[in-house]
Every structure is written in C-alpha cells, then in structure tokens.
C-alpha cells in the first residue's frame, strides 16, 4: 500500500481527499488571510480558524443575531471577554455549517472547561463543536473550532422564533435584528469585520435578456434596488409609513454595476449589501454597495459589483425636494452596520476591469455637448413606473438605456441579434447613472444616446436624460456612462466573459454612418 493521497475540490467546492485512503474520510480547511487550518475524520468534518477582533456589543448582536444573544450573554457572564466570546460563536456556527452543509444552523450551549467550550448544532443537535482559544506564532489570539464526533448527542433547547416590536429601533433593540427570521435566503454575514445582510434568490427568465441568454445589466440595478429594500427587514413597515405621508422619501442620487462574469436562468445568486459611510449634510446620505455571487452548494463565485447613494428628503413640492436628517430609528439601524471609510480589504471598485479593447478608432471631442449623437427616443412615464415614493423609480434609467441600445443596433446588427449569441453581441460591464433632479409619472423623457469613444473590440456610449416640458424646452434629468465589450459566444453556461474580439466591421460602419451624417 502507497499510502499516496492528495485534495480535490468537487464543483460544489467541498474538498475530499482521493488516493489510498478509506473512502470514508472526510476534511475541512479553512482560513483566515495569514493562517491555514485542516481537519480530517471519518465523520462530517468542519473547521474554521477567526482571528479575535475588538468591536462594539451592539456590532457583535447585529452580527451574531437576537437567536445567539444568550449564548453571547452566558460566556460573558462565565468571565469571558465580549470579543472572545463574540468570535467563538461565529466560528462554531461556521464549522458547523461545513459539516451540516447548511446555511442557517441552530447553535446551543454544550460542555465547559477551562477555555475550551462544546456546543451542538446541525439537524437534532447531532453535530458537536470543540472551541478554544490559540495564541499562534504572530502573537494574535485566534479561536479555533473543530468538529468532533460523538453518539447519541442529545437535542438541544431551541429558542423561539424572534419578534419585532412596531416601535423605533433603538441601539438598545437593534439586538432583535436578525434577518434570518425572514426566510432561508436572508442571512447576517461578517464584511470587513462589520454585519452585513446576504440574500438569495434565483435567476428568473426575464433577467436573462442578454443576445447569449445571459443577464442583462438592467437586471443587476433592478435586483440592487430590490436587496436595499429587503434589507432594511425591520424597519421596513416604518419607512414605508413615513413616505406615505407624502411628507418623506429617498432619492437616489446615484447608482452603477460592474459585471465580471456570467448570470444564467436557474442559477442561484447571492447578493451581500454593506454600507461604508454615512455622508452629507446631517449625514443623511447612504452610501450601498452589493457583491453579486453565484453559488453552487458551497461555492461561491464572483460575478460583479453594485453601488447606489441615497438621501433622506422632504418633499417640497411636485418633483421638488431637500435633504433632510433621517429619522432615528433608521440611523440606530444603518450606524451598526456602516463600515468606517478607511478599513481595509472593502473591496469596492471604482473602475470597471481594464481589459484590452484594442485601439481607438474614433473619440469624440472634449466640448459642453457630445455632438456624436448616435440614436434617441422619448419615453412617456406612467404610474407603472414609480414607486412608493412617487417619484420615477431608478431602474426605469437603465431599462431606458437598453432600449435605446438595442434600436440602434439592430440597424446593423439584426442577425447577430437574432441568432442567440452565435455571432457574437455586444456586453455592457459597467454602467453608471447620475441623478440630477427628479421626474414625475405623466413626465415626458427624452433618452439619448452619443458616442464617448469606438475601439476595435468595444464601444464606451454616453447617455443623457432629459424632462420635455409641454413648451418643449428640457430639463436635464441624468447622465449615465455605458461600457462594453464585443464577446463571442464561449461554452454552454460559461461562467467567464469571452476575451474581447473585434467589433463587426457593419457595427463600425453604423457608427461612424451616424456621428458623420454620411
């Protein structure tokens, strides 16, 4: 016998172990940025390794969730320190999920003795976790978890389903926050060392409007509004309360998506929503942004980014209004959660990827108006397209600006568009909308589309939104920038977005057709 063996990762991104080894083995790896760890058995295993990091009680319940709050309060109470105790309950509940396979795990109070605590999770309790603190060779303390076998484990208590009162949340109250009470696809998560809300749904047939069956970008800005929504779980009926006054809303002042790979029908997508700062006057501006993943049991793969800024406001008039303070129970529940500006490994891009889209073929001239006019269309608005707030709901900008897109390629592109990705399509990767004013249902907008810059294997397009008032003068509403890539098609359900290739010559010729009036 060889004893020769080696780690595999199946698609679902469990390792196992292969080669001369009882079949029944089973690992768990985990880690933490700077430090590895493995466990192996022949039962379930899960592992996890959490370095102990300072933050506040009111950071740690939002984290852990009212279920945990207990459990939190009887180590303290036992003598151990908030963060100590805090992170040995996060990194239990981690391992557990590795060996249950399970998102959401119920957690109770096992055995102590001296540093080491047990609790039991898992279906019936049956899966046990050994804690215990390690002080490791770059001086910082850790906790380290380890699941552990054992027979007959019995079944623990479980805590009743948490209740929200109607009234404001307070820092006090914030403890009951925990999304997961909502539904298998909410969950608290960490960002940054900072409570973060992750939610899960599937990807439906009317997302999938790409030319190769793949998501739309105007998808992403219509799922990020629906995630802030979801969100704000507990405060939600008090929001909706306060804007049907007609007194208070939010407006969106701006909003982008960064697409780095490929959406399907069917597949599951996970959106995280993190806030990194509180801005403005009164700090009454939010600052969201989300990372969208695809997951397959227990991988996860990026797929993009979103980002939206919002304020609180009065409003004055019929499309007229102020920022104004946010009331205090928003503010206890965002502060909690809202990342301090400076923390390290956020991740929020501020540019889309730089790939190689060969040399530019024409660019238009650095002047007030782009006079690379490519097409334009009038949209007229109708209550369908607002919202609660009463004002043109934001999503609406970037469904404008795949309509104008497509009339115009069309023009040139009809079969490629037709033919379902085979001869290639061109693919937005980054979009951004900046809002100037607001607009009203029954408002008349007129959408415009110009060219920024051709390359041979892209197009960067600029588009401007405007209010046609009865007298036709206009109001300048928005401005977006729109980045794409030609893309040819790649495997059957591929994750990655085929290299750039070159722009069809009758694109290049439609483009150039129209900004030199030939």
């Known amino acids: 016998m060889s004893n020769a063996f080696a780690i595999e990762w199946q698609e679902t991104g469990k390792p196992v172990v292969v080669g001369d080894i009882p079949p029944s083995v089973d690992v768990s790896l985990s880690h933490d940025g700077s430090k590895s760890l493995s466990s192996a058995g022949d039962w379930p295993q899960g592992c996890d390794i959490e370095p102990i990091r300072s933050r506040t009680a009111v950071q740690w319940k939002a984290l852990l969730g009212s279920a945990r709050i207990p459990l939190l309060d009887e180590l303290i109470a036992g003598g151990e ?10 990194a239990a509940a981690e391992a557990i ?10 957690l109770a109070m096992g055995a ?76 608290v998560v960490a960002r940054s060392g900072y409570p973060a809300v992750s939610i899960r749904f599937p990807v439906g047939f009317r997302d999938a409007c790409n030319v190769g069956g793949s998501v739309g970008f105007a998808s992403f800005a219509l799922w990020l509004g629906a995630l ?23 407006v969106t002042n701006n909003s982008e998506v960064f697409i780095d790979a490929n959406l399907y029908t069917d597949d599951i997508v996970e959106g995280t929503i993190w806030i990194t700062e509180l801005t403005g006057p009164d700090r009454a501006t ?8 695809r997951v397959d049991g227990e991988t996860r793969t990026h797929i993009g980014w979103s980002a939206m800024q919002t304020t609180w406001v009065e409003i004055l008039s019929h499309g007229v209004v102020a920022a104004r303070p946010m009331p205090q129970y928003f503010h206890d529940f965002i502060e909690p959660m809202t990342i301090p500006t ?78 379902r990705g085979a001869l290639g399509e061109l693919r937005c990767v980054h ?24 390359y041979e294997r892209g197009i960067d397009l600029e588009f401007e939104y405007f209010k046609v008032n009865e007298d036709g003068s206009r109001e300048k509403l928005a401005i977006a920038r729109h980045r794409t890539v030609w893309t040819m098609p790649g495997a059957p359900g591929e994750l990655e977005i085929s290299p750039p290739s070159k722009l069809p010559q009758s694109l290049i010729d439609s483009v150039l057709e129209a900004i030199d009036g030939k």
């Not at 999920?97 to 119920?106: L, W, Y």
């Open 81 to 90: 320190s908030l963060d100590r105790a805090g992170t040995r309950l996060w």
């Open 97 to 106: 999920r590795k060996a249950a396979g399970q998102m959401s795990v119920s």
């Open 112 to 187: 102590r003795e001296d540093d080491a605590v047990t609790f039991r999770g898992g279906a019936e309790g049956s899966v046990v976790v050994l804690t215990f603190p390690a002080l490791l060779t770059d001086n910082e303390e850790r906790i380290l978890a380890f699941v552990t076998h054992e027979e007959d484990a019995e079944e623990p208590a479980q805590d009743p389903a948490p209740q929200f009162d109607s009234g404001p949340l307070s820092a006090k109250s914030l403890a009951q926050f925990d999304p997961m009470a909502y539904g298998s696809d909410v969950h």
């Open 228 to 250: 802030r929504e979801r969100g704000t779980g507990p405060i939600s009926k008090q929001i909706v309360e306060d804007m049907a006054t007609g007194r208070w809303g939010m």
């Open 286 to 293: 939010t600052n969201l942004h989300v990372e969208w993943s």
């Open 342 to 419: 400076g923390t390290k490994n956020i991740a929020v891009p501020t540019e889309p990827k730089n790939v190689d889209r060969g040399s530019v073929i024409r660019s238009a001239p650095m002047v007030p108006r782009n006079p690379y006019l490519l097409e334009s269309e009038v949209f007229s608005t109708t209550l369908q397209d607002g919202n609660v707030v009463g004002n043109i709901y934001f999503g609406n900008y970037y469904i404008w600006q795949s309509r104008v897109r497509d009339k115009f390629l069309v023009r040139s592109q009809r079969e490629a568009m037709a033919a």
């Open 431 to 454: 979009t951004r909308v900046e809002h100037l004013r607001e607009v009203m249902p029954f408002d008349d907008v007129l959408v415009t589309m110009s060219l920024s810059a051709l």
